[in-house]
């Protein structure tokens, strides 16, 4: 299950449905959600931003759960958060591959703003959306959390005792940079150099349990 990659069809569009109108009604609730948000969102303006009629929308996306959702889906795969396909090579060492790992997600995530404001509505909504808040873990975080703790789980110079622990704490850490410095702009507060903050994680992570051997 670890290997399969995020799926970058939208789901609850049918086949019939052309890419050029999915690309439409997906770009109109983006922007929808974008300016309103989850709750402000209204299915109207997002048909009226696409330019097909209302029955084409909700045949294909009967609500805007599923619109969130295909949305997510979309931001997954088009920017590759986690870089899913590429990290199954063992040859190179774990710390120069995890490192890699971490400034990619880092840089994708920061340089995309769509992406930051996502999060912030998932997060400002997920009281009483929880199934959004579910839907991003789905896609994007719990594919990232299985492939990293195979990862560590199976890499022959890595014999880390609970994998999917050190996995939760890798990750863990890189959103909770990420929340501080670019969703909630708190940076300042609480300042780290991001080189050294994973420079110091990898030594916690690998060279301490190279110690304990």
Avoid at 2 to 30: F, H, P, Y
Avoid at 33 to 41: I, N, Q, R, T
Avoid at 82 to 97: D, G
Wanted: net charge negative; charged share 25%.
């Amino acid at each position: 299950m670890w290997r399969n990659r995020v799926i970058c069809k939208a789901k609850g569009a049918e086949r019939e449905l052309s890419s050029e109108k999915t690309e439409a009604i997906l770009n109109g609730a983006m922007q929808e959600f974008l300016e309103h948000g989850y709750a402000g969102a209204r299915i109207d303006k997002i048909v009226a931003a696409a330019g097909v009629s209302k029955a084409t929308v909700y045949r294909h996306f009967p609500d805007k759960e599923t619109l969130f959702t295909a949305l997510i889906q979309q931001i997954a795969c088009r920017k590759e958060l986690f870089e899913l396909q590429q990290l199954q090579s063992f040859e190179e060492e774990p710390t120069t591959f995890l490192k890699r790992y971490a400034d990619g997600m880092l840089d994708n995530v920061a340089s995309d703003p769509q992406i930051l404001t996502f999060l912030r509505i998932i997060i400002g909504e997920s009281g009483r959306f929880p199934e959004l808040a579910r839907a991003f873990v789905q896609n994007i975080e719990k594919p990232s959390l299985d492939f990293l703790t195979h990862y560590v789980e199976s890499h022959p110079k890595l014999q880390i005792p609970a994998p999917e622990v050190a996995a939760r704490a890798f990750i863990g850490t890189l959103i909770h940079f990420v929340l501080l410095r670019d969703v909630l702009q708190s940076g300042d507060i609480v300042p780290i150099e991001r080189d050294r903050l994973l420079d110091s994680l990898l030594a916690l992570i690998i060279h301490k349990n190279d110690e304990g051997k």
